[in-house]
């Protein structure tokens, strides 16, 4: 069974960082594009940050210069390094990826179950 796991989320005061993990697990044949997105009470799901199997990412302009995404392919693992945190920041932090089942012949996503960013202070 195919899983993302993200850990990492929290209470930090406006300025602070937090740094967002999601790890995939189960019986994988390959990882194609990872990403972040996430979601304010009452708002639509948006995208973050994305981050492609070659390492290219691209961000949301709401967090360029804030935010950075990294993968570790080995581990199977995208991060959020999230630094000047804002309060307008506070969402539900999902993490995405496209990624090819052992077997399956075709990719598919998947989503984490989401965790939790308030910047309060």
């Known amino acids: 069974q195919v899983q993302l796991v993200e850990s990492g989320g929290g209470l930090v005061q406006p300025g602070g960082s937090l740094r967002l993990s999601c790890a995939a697990s189960g019986s994988i044949f390959s990882i194609d594009a990872m990403g972040w997105f996430r979601q304010a009470p009452g708002s639509q799901r948006e995208v973050v940050a994305t981050i492609t199997s070659g390492s290219n990412p691209a961000y949301a302009d709401s967090v360029k210069g804030r935010f950075t995404i990294s993968r570790d392919n080995a581990k199977k693992t995208v991060y959020l390094q999230m630094n000047s945190l804002k309060p307008e920041d506070t969402a539900v932090y999902y993490c995405?990826?496209?990624?090819?089942?052992?077997?399956?012949?075709?990719?598919?996503?998947?989503w984490g179950q989401g965790t939790q960013v308030t910047v309060s202070s």
């Open positions: 995405n990826a496209a990624l090819r089942p052992s077997g399956d012949r075709y990719f598919r996503t998947y």
